[in-house]
């Protein structure tokens, strides 16, 4: 997969794209990325990107054209690319997505900055509006490198064997089962009998009911659209009924 990053700020994906399962990725010749400055796009002596908001205002809006020509110019090289804006008022990123991006030829994602973005880029250049959660933050960048890392554990022959991106949390809509490793006491805290007894279907029910119980005291909002059977559901209840 190419994905192809438009930023003011080239040199911020330098460390983390250095690193770790994404490097994997590029030395694997699964993922390839290409990160374009937005400046060299500009026409003007000055390399504007920015400019004052009609109607008044704080703060500045980057200006369409450049962003434009940009997409105009890495589609050459990457043209099945679906345009991704990162922005504060996008669609939340979440793993069915992730998974969505994972499946295309290629991603070119747009870092806004500044208070916005000129609303025509958004409504006439790009595929899909993007936020990675209710919070605000000076620019689109991190929020582009969560989504590479993100899209990139998903492709396939990423993670080595030894792990399965379908047992991650969110990937049936619940969280993850808590996990242990040695020592067996740790803290005073010793490790669920069940994890020792090499009983494996006892095991798997334990995880899955571990499961629900995360799910439902951090994150009762995903139960609404978690993949539940009945054995779940009649679970869930008994545990509500015990108040726990
Ligand atoms: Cl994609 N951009 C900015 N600036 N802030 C955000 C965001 C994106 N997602 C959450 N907050």
Redesign the pocket.
């Known amino acids: 997969m190419k994905i192809d990053i438009v930023t003011l700020f080239p040199d911020m994906f330098l460390g983390p794209f250095q690193e770790s399962i994404i490097k994997r990725a590029q030395d694997r010749g699964l993922l390839e990325i290409g990160l374009h400055q937005l400046r060299d796009f500009t026409t003007d002596r000055h390399r504007t990107v920015d400019d004052t908001p009609y109607g008044g205002g704080a703060g500045m809006l980057m200006k369409p054209e450049p962003i434009a020509a940009a997409i105009t110019s890495v589609r050459r090289n990457n043209p099945d690319a679906k345009v991704v804006l990162?922005?504060?008022q996008?669609e939340p990123l979440s793993q069915q997505l992730a998974q969505e991006f994972s499946a295309m030829p290629g991603l070119i994602l747009i870092c806004?900055r500044y208070e916005g973005v000129d609303e025509r880029v958004r409504t006439t250049l790009c595929d899909y509006t993007?936020?990675?959660?209710d919070?605000?933050?000076?620019?689109?960048e991190l929020?582009a490198m969560v989504v590479v890392d993100t899209v990139t554990r998903l492709l396939p022959g990423a993670l080595g064997s030894s792990h399965s991106a379908a047992d991650d949390s969110f990937s049936d809509g619940l969280l993850e089962y808590p996990q242990y490793t040695r020592p067996v006491v740790f803290n005073d805290l010793a490790v669920p009998e069940v994890l020792l007894s090499g009983n494996h279907a006892e095991i798997a029910r334990w995880r899955r009911q571990e499961s629900l119980v995360a799910t439902a005291r951090t994150r009762p909002d995903l139960l609404k659209t978690a993949r539940l059977s009945d054995k779940d559901r009649s679970y869930l209840s008994r545990m509500e009924e015990r108040g726990q």
Not at 130 to 133: L, P, T, Y
Not at 135 to 140: A, I, K
């Open positions: 990162l922005s504060p996008g806004g993007v936020s990675i959660g919070y605000v933050l000076s620019g689109g929020a």
